[in-house]
């Protein structure tokens, strides 16, 4: 493992908004990060390295409720105000909750972020700026 969640967690101190999101990006790329997983009901993060090796951040917060309704429309209209700094990440992962997103997984490679509903059917795919 070429990584440790503290210095993951020293990365993503450092964003304040959806704004700061590319710059985290590649600051655990650098630190080995290939890919990683977010699980919207508790925060759990799960990061891979190359190896498949991985590491998680285990329980972020309060257990929340997931829709089980999917509204991608209001979705993305929340996504598009997270990724302009007009939220932080507990109002996103709110906002994900009551649209109907369990999850999403990065991508650092193809550098894509893709939005899993409750089924874990891929219902959105974003390029991540680079």
């Given at each position: 493992m070429k990584f440790t969640i503290e210095?993951?967690?020293a990365e993503h101190q450092k964003v304040k908004s959806g704004a700061d999101f590319p710059q985290y990006i590649k600051a655990i790329k650098?630190?080995?990060v290939s890919k990683y997983t977010v699980a919207v009901a508790d925060g759990n993060t799960q990061y891979f390295d190359?190896?498949?090796e991985t590491a998680q951040t285990g329980k972020k917060y309060e257990p929340l409720n997931i829709?089980?309704?999917l509204n991608l429309e209001y979705f993305k209209e929340r996504l598009k105000l997270h990724q302009q700094g007009g939220t932080d990440y507990p109002t996103f992962c709110n906002d994900c909750a009551e649209n109907g997103v369990i999850g999403w997984k990065m991508d650092l490679n193809a550098m894509?972020?893709?939005?899993?509903?409750?089924q874990g059917n891929e219902i959105l795919v974003e390029q991540i700026p680079g």
């Open positions: 210095q993951i967690k650098d630190l080995g190359t190896e498949n829709s089980r309704n894509t972020c893709t939005y899993l509903d409750e």
